[in-house]
Each structure stands twice: as structure tokens, then as C-alpha cells.
């Protein structure tokens, strides 16, 4: 049986047309759901007593639960128990301009990344698309307060979840659903490059963002087993016609690992590959994590790195550290509720 929440407005309007409806149910019921936060279909006094028991018979309602929750000032990071017990997590950080959460994409990942906590434990399986939406829901209600940016940057690859991932997109950023703004919608890859391409199709104006973490292929083969399939260059070509296209600039994130890739030639390595895209780099300092052996940058490195990198031309900021005393690094509350 679908799960309600997975159904973006377009599927249920073909629902409600097998039905013999009309289309408009659909956005009545995005309203119930989204807008009023009500579930129980016999009160939808809009929706006649025969439709409301189709939809009882057609549709589950369940939702993942809030199991567990940390925080410290500015991040809260929420466990979620999933229907078959697994585990998934999610981040909540408040920002001057508003409260963004990082979502999970899976349950694991494959691709494998060596610094990475969410690689380590390997995907069991994708995020329906209910189960990312509800991850939005649960925290909005658990906080009271209104989310207004999401980052699909939590466990998982999200274009190895492709269609349930756009699903999800369509229905947050639906102005009936929870209208969080395209803008305000990021979605992180570890560089999939036939899936940027399909994405680059479909004109989202969403912002994406590349996990590069190194200026050439000999780093990146040893930290991202992905390398080996599509490498800096073809990446770096993907990334341009993906700009080209959509006009829209494209955020490089480069997590800093300590006497890997944080010298002074891959900066300057770094802005020669870079040179004259519209894009920009976020320097995520590294968030330990007790079982892989990375060790982040010094600050003053990180700093130095930075400075080089606009010494020669390139936009750059350095990510404000947020959650490292409450495991918010990706995957680790996870990995930790699982050792248990
Ligand atoms: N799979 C996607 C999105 C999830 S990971 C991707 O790789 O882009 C989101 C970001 O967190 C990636 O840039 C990833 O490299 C980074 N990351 C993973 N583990 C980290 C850690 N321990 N500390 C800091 N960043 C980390
Ligand atoms: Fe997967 Fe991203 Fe972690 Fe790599 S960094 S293992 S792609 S979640």
C-alpha cells in the first residue's frame, strides 16, 4: 500500500481521476495534510464520506518515530525508527536567516567514501518517499516552528535514490505541500555523473552541491571509490554543462582531511581546476568519528587554504561547524544506535 505522504500532488490528482474525480481533490487533500497538519481523513469535512473511505482502503498513513534526539545550541539532531526497524537520522541547525534541516536519502550508502561514517555501514535499502517528507513533518511538529531551507546532505546518496528523491523535492517545494522555495532546497552528490545529467533535464532551480574533497584524480581515487568510475575531469565537464544549462552557480564542497588534501599545492591545484566556473567552495572542516582514522585540518590550515584559494580567484567560505559535540557528522548518531 503507498504511504499518503509519498504522493506528490500530480500522483494523487491521477488517483482521484481513477476515480472517477476531479482533479482538484488533490489539492484539497495537499491542504489537510500539509497546511492544516490533519490526518484523520473522517474529519476532511471537504471530502465526501465515499472518497474518504477510498482513500482509508488505498492509502497507509504511518509515519517513522522520533526515538532519540541530541542537541547542543544551535543544532538538534533527531533519530528516526523506521517501519522495519532501521535507523535514519536528520538535522536541525538554526541559522539568522532561518532553520534548515539536513535529511537522510537512505539508509546507509554504497559509494563508499573512506572519511565517511554513513559509507562505512553500507545501504540497506533507499528512503521512500513518504519517509523523507515525514522526516520534515515529525521535526516542524517537534519544534514548533517553521522549517525554511532543507539540505539533502544526511545518509545516503541521493541521486542513487533518483526518482524518490524528486518525488520528495516536488512535494516539499509544492505551494499547497510544505512550500519550502526551490532556492532553498539543496540537494549534495558525490558526483553521479549520468544522474547530474538527468537532473540538469529537468531545469530544477534547485542549488547543488559536489562532494569534490580533491583537486586531482590520485587523491580523490584513495577517499572516494566513486573517482574510479567518473573521474575529476569528466566530473568537472558534467559540472559545466550543468551550469550552462540551468544557469544556476554550483556549490563544491571539500571536506578538509588532515595531510591529505589540505596543503598548499592542492589549493592552488584546486583554483586552477576551478578557474573561471561559477561556482563556490564550502571547506567543511572533518567531524571525527571513532572508527576511521581521518583526522581534520588545524584551523590555521583551513584558514591558509581558504586565503589561497581567493588569492586566486575563487569565491569561498569556510562551513560554520555545527553539532561536532553531538555526533551530527552524517550517519554517526546512526551508527551509534546501531552498535547498541
Ligand atoms: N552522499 C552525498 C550527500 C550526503 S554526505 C554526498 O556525498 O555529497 C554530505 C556531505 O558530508 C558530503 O560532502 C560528505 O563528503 C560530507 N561528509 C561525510 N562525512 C563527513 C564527516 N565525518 N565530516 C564532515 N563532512 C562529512
Ligand atoms: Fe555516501 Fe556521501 Fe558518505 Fe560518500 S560522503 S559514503 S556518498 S553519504
Same mark, same amino acid.
Given at each position: 500500500m503507498q504511504n499518503i505522504?509519498?504522493?506528490?500532488? =500530480?500522483?494523487?490528482?491521477?488517483?482521484?481521476?481513477?476515480?472517477?474525480?476531479?482533479?482538484?481533490?488533490?489539492?484539497?487533500? @495537499?491542504e489537510w495534510l500539509y497546511q492544516k497538519k490533519n490526518n484523520d481523513v473522517n474529519t476532511w469535512s471537504n471530502i465526501k464520506k465515499t472518497i474518504q473511505e477510498n482513500i482509508l482502503k488505498d492509502f497507509s498513513f504511518t509515519m517513522p518515530k522520533i526515538v532519540r534526539q541530541e542537541r547542543d545550541?544551535?543544532?538538534?539532531?533527531?533519530?528516526?525508527?523506521?517501519?522495519?526497524?532501521?535507523?535514519?537520522?536528520?538535522? /536541525?541547525?538554526?541559522?539568522?536567516?532561518g532553520i534548515s534541516v539536513c535529511v537522510s536519502s537512505q539508509v546507509g550508502?554504497?559509494?563508499?567514501?573512506? @572519511?565517511?561514517?554513513?559509507?562505512?555501514?553500507?545501504?540497506?535499502?533507499?528512503?521512500e518517499t513518504f519517509e523523507m517528507v515525514c522526516q520534515i513533518l515529525l521535526i516542524e511538529e517537534n519544534i514548533k516552528e517553521r522549517?525554511?531551507?532543507?539540505?539533502?546532505?544526511g545518509i545516503g546518496e541521493p541521486l542513487d535514490n533518483f526518482a524518490n528523491v524528486m518525488d520528495f523535492i516536488h512535494?516539499?517545494?509544492?505551494?499547497?505541500?510544505?512550500?519550502?522555495?526551490?532556492?532553498?532546497?539543496?540537494?549534495?552528490?558525490?558526483?553521479?555523473?549520468?544522474?547530474?545529467d538527468e537532473l540538469k533535464n529537468m531545469d530544477l532551480q534547485i542549488n547543488?552541491?559536489?562532494?569534490?574533497?580533491?583537486?586531482?584524480?590520485?587523491?580523490?581515487?584513495?577517499?572516494?571509490?566513486?573517482?574510479?568510475?567518473?573521474?575529476?575531469?569528466?566530473?568537472?565537464?558534467t559540472i559545466k554543462s550543468y551550469i550552462a544549462h540551468t544557469n544556476r552557480r554550483v556549490t563544491i564542497e571539500y571536506v578538509m582531511l588532515k595531510e591529505i588534501n589540505d596543503s598548499e599545492t592542492c589549493a592552488i591545484e584546486l583554483a586552477h581546476l576551478l578557474h573561471g566556473m561559477n561556482v563556490y567552495v564550502n571547506?567543511?572542516?572533518?567531524?571525527?568519528?571513532?572508527?576511521?582514522?581521518?583526522?581534520?585540518?588545524?584551523?590555521?590550515?583551513?584558514?591558509? @587554504?581558504?586565503?589561497?584559494?581567493?588569492?586566486?580567484?575563487?569565491?569561498?567560505?569556510?562551513?560554520?561547524? @555545527?553539532?561536532?559535540?553531538?555526533? =551530527?557528522?552524517?550517519?554517526?548518531?546512526?551508527?551509534?544506535? /546501531?552498535?547498541r
Open positions: 505522504y509519498g504522493m506528490t500532488r =500530480a500522483k494523487l490528482e491521477e488517483y482521484f481521476t481513477s476515480l472517477g474525480e476531479k482533479k482538484f481533490k488533490a489539492l484539497q487533500v @495537499f545550541t544551535l543544532t538538534r539532531k533527531f533519530l528516526f525508527l523506521l517501519y522495519d526497524q532501521n535507523y535514519i537520522e536528520a538535522v /536541525v541547525m538554526y541559522h539568522d536567516y550508502c554504497n559509494m563508499g567514501c573512506a @572519511f565517511c561514517e554513513s559509507g562505512r555501514l553500507k545501504k540497506v535499502r533507499n528512503l522549517i525554511s531551507s532543507v539540505v539533502i546532505m512535494i516539499i517545494n509544492d505551494a499547497k505541500g510544505l512550500a519550502i522555495g526551490i532556492r532553498h532546497i539543496t540537494l549534495s552528490t558525490s558526483g553521479i555523473i549520468p544522474k547530474i547543488l552541491a559536489i562532494s569534490l574533497h580533491a583537486p586531482n584524480d590520485e587523491i580523490r581515487n584513495r577517499i572516494m571509490k566513486v573517482n574510479k568510475v567518473y573521474n575529476i575531469s569528466q566530473l568537472i565537464n571547506l567543511i572542516p572533518y567531524n571525527e568519528t571513532n572508527h576511521l582514522e581521518f583526522k581534520k585540518s588545524d584551523a590555521k590550515t583551513i584558514s591558509k @587554504f581558504c586565503e589561497t584559494l581567493k588569492q586566486n580567484g575563487i569565491n569561498v567560505t569556510i562551513r560554520k561547524e @555545527f553539532g561536532s559535540k553531538i555526533s =551530527a557528522a552524517c550517519g554517526q548518531l546512526r551508527s551509534k544506535e /546501531v552498535e
